[in-house]
């Protein structure tokens, strides 16, 4: 608009001083100037300061309606406007103030307005504020003010929380047909919410500001018309649709199934992995307890003297403990303060029904030293029995551990006359687990050919691949409806415990369950919003409030 020292004045009188193209460009470029008669333009140190009045012939009184034409008075009021090429403006406005010719109006004068430019008591204009809102709502307050600074519309983060939580909200006459429901944490592992998605348009629709089952049924009760309802397996949301919704049908998110799954196999897998873990037979396969060639190490429940593991005893007493104390009428923070344990440990040791459960995974983990054993092996045999020999020449290739580690696992050896070799080396659990879980044909060679000799060397972990794989296909296939109860009843009657408690749970849900893994729906729209709250929230550094959160993720541009 002209150099920083030059100042241009503007006709004011009518539009046909302008050129029409100059008139058509202000209307293009300012379109909510329209209403006004631009008397001048001039800079004003970093922005730009427009003279300009109304063209209206009058108004009408915003507390009866009347229309007026006879002006009471005037003044100049100060409007800042949205920024043109990143220098803020400032309309000084010349407003008039009329007599309102309604003799039973409480209001003697009223000042005039501009459509679509001023407010009551308003210093910024109505696209302004609508400019303001939506970077608050997009970027929060500290973000969206260092933003709306930049681009020449400064503004306080206060105030941009402000306009956020002055947005209307849309209204919500009746639940979408497909409604999705999820928690999420508003202090996680503390406070958690609900968000209510839905699931054909993908968007968020409300927040509840806790997962109780009563919150969520009010909710339906209040918002008729949901059909579907697609959920996690939390008992606290089923309930609450049950009751809400008794109509709807309930599908169990089959993400959540086979996460689930993979979870009760992963256990199954580090119970069984000891049995990979000893040496074979002439046959190929794991050799007898009865076997004459002693175990060198401490693997599963015994040593290599045939005592009990410490770790083994401590377990058994303290879930013997927990148990004792839970039936007699203790609680499991009561517990934890008279056993002084943590009250994770406590509910871990009260969630498992026998304390082989708990033992599985601790007596075959691996370990950082198990690529060193057979190279330990080796040099024991070849006459270097000191521990701290050995672990000297571990650290020139690489090793960080204690010299205790090296000591603890040679010690068996010394009462034998020669190190016995190494056992098969054996897949960590994690790995067998994703084979189990990966499709066959997403494999190498190489893996498949491990999985096979797996299976091969302990007949539980072939019978975990069997029921795992089959689930896999009915749930690819869309089949819950005609094989979820063949496929329970097989797993029931197999010796595999951890499948055995999973099959369990379904049962307590087997309806949603067997919906979920024939019917199309999903959670996974559900799951993007929960994503979109954890970038809201973080946006906000925690420090904001259940109202304006859920402001923020219902309005919040996709």
């Not at 008669?37 to 009045?53: D, I, K, L, N, S």
């Not at 993979?262 to 199954?268: L, M, R, T, V």
């Amino acid at each position: 608009m002209g150099s920083q020292s030059a100042m241009l004045a503007l006709p004011p009188a009518t539009a046909d001083h302008f050129p029409a193209d100059a008139c058509e460009l202000c209307e293009w470029l300012f379109p909510h100037l329209a209403g006004l008669y631009v008397e001048q333009v001039q800079p004003a140190g970093e922005g730009v300061v427009m003279q300009a009045r109304s063209r209206a012939a009058g108004a009408a009184c915003p507390a009866c309606g009347a229309w007026s034409s006879r002006v009471h008075s005037g003044y100049v009021r100060t409007v800042a406007d949205d920024p043109a090429g990143g220098r803020p403006v400032v309309i000084r406005l010349a407003v008039r103030r009329f007599f309102c010719r309604n003799p039973a109006c409480p209001s003697v004068t009223f000042a005039e307005q501009v459509d679509g430019l001023t407010g009551r008591y308003l210093r910024r204009s109505l696209p302004l504020l609508g400019l303001l809102a939506q970077v608050g709502l997009a970027l929060a307050g500290r973000a969206g003010a260092r933003l709306a600074a930049t681009l020449g519309a400064a503004a306080h983060r206060t105030t941009l929380l402000r306009l956020v939580a002055a947005l209307p909200e849309p209204g919500i006459g009746v639940a979408p047909q497909i409604l999705g429901v999820d928690d999420f944490a508003l202090r996680k592992g503390r406070v958690y919410g609900t968000v209510l998605v839905d699931i054909a348009a993908g968007e968020a629709i409300d927040l509840l500001p806790d997962r109780e089952a009563g919150t969520l049924e009010t909710w339906l009760k209040a918002h008729r018309g949901a059909q579907v309802i697609c959920r996690d397996r939390a008992g606290g949301y089923a309930e609450g649709a049950r009751d809400g919704a008794p109509e709807a049908i309930q599908v169990a998110d089959r993400w959540h199934l086979w996460h689930n799954l993979g979870e009760y196999a992963e256990k199954a897998v580090a119970a069984h992995r000891g049995c990979l873990t000893r040496p074979e037979d002439g046959n190929g396969g794991p050799a007898s307890p009865g076997n004459a060639t002693p175990q060198a190490e401490p693997e599963g429940l015994r040593d290599v003297c045939g005592r009990e593991r410490p770790l083994v005893a401590r377990t058994r007493d303290r879930h013997a403990a927990v148990h004792g104390l839970l039936a007699a009428g203790h609680s499991e923070r009561e517990a934890a303060r008279i056993l002084g344990l943590s009250r994770g440990t406590v509910h871990r040791f009260a969630a498992a029904a026998s304390a082989g459960e708990l033992l599985g995974k601790a007596t075959s983990r691996q370990t950082k030293l198990d690529r060193y054993k057979p190279f330990l092996r080796q040099r024991w045999n070849e006459g270097i029995t000191s521990a701290v020999a050995l672990h000297a020449e571990l650290q020139a290739k690489g090793w960080q551990g204690s010299v205790q580690a090296v000591d603890r696992y040679v010690r068996p050896f010394r009462a034998m006359t020669a190190a016995p070799p190494p056992g098969p080396v054996v897949p960590s659990t994690r790995q067998i687990t994703r084979w189990l879980l990966s499709r066959p044909a997403t494999l190498t060679d190489d893996e498949r050919g491990q999985l096979a000799g797996v299976q091969d060397r302990c007949p539980h972990l072939n019978a975990l691949t069997e029921h795992v794989r089959s689930f896999a296909e009915m749930m690819t296939q869309r089949r819950g409806e005609q094989e979820l109860e063949g496929w329970l009843t097989a797993v029931e009657a197999g010796d595999q415990p951890e499948l055995r408690s999973f099959a369990n749970g379904i049962r307590r849900d087997q309806q949603a369950v067997a919906a979920g893994l024939t019917l199309p729906y999903s959670s996974a729209a559900v799951e993007g919003n929960v994503t979109r709250i954890k970038m809201i929230k973080r946006q906000m550094y925690g420090r904001a409030g259940f109202a304006l959160l859920r402001k923020r993720v219902i309005l919040h541009p996709r």
